[in-house]
């Protein structure tokens, strides 16, 4: 099993906020794709995430552990979190490369941001597409 970071970028210049918070559960959830293609004549699973995180004293996620078990893999991105409800966001896109003997048995990835101090996460899952 082997993977590689392509990139970690804060994709917004201004603080993001929601407009409607009612439904907010926190850490809110990555948003993410998953897709089979060939990297230099390896099946690569690439893995794309959307991450919100307290723009207050915000830091780089980073990316914590890949896991694989029979049909998914779940990927960890970790940040530490101030343990308040915020205001507003830094907006991060995640790339990801995976590789690994199996990769042609994976369906899905469950991709979750997790606070690191205390341990907490939330979660999503998303079905890999094939080409």
């Known amino acids: 099993m082997d993977f590689n970071i392509i990139q970690i970028t804060k994709i917004n210049s201004e603080d993001f906020s929601f407009i409607d918070k009612t439904n907010l559960t926190f850490p809110i959830a990555p948003l993410a794709s998953a897709f089979i293609y060939q990297n230099n004549g390896v099946d690569t699973l ?8 307290n723009s207050k ?4 996620p980073l990316v914590g ?9 779940e990927i960890y991105f970790d ?3 101030d343990e308040s ?3 507003t966001y830094d907006v991060w896109y995640v790339e990801v490369d995976y590789s690994s ?3 042609a ?6 991709s979750y941001l997790r606070d690191i101090d205390p341990e907490t996460s939330r979660g999503t899952e ?6």
């Open 126 to 131: 998303t079905t890999v597409k094939y080409p």
């Open 46 to 53: 690439k893995i794309c995430a959307t991450l919100y995180i």
């Open 101 to 103: 003997d199996t990769i």
């Open 79 to 81: 940040y530490d979190w």
């Open 105 to 110: 048995n994976v369906s899905r990835v469950i």
């Open 65 to 73: 552990t890949i896991t694989e078990h029979v049909d998914t893999v």
């Open 85 to 87: 409800t915020p205001e």
């Open 57 to 60: 004293d915000s830091q780089s």
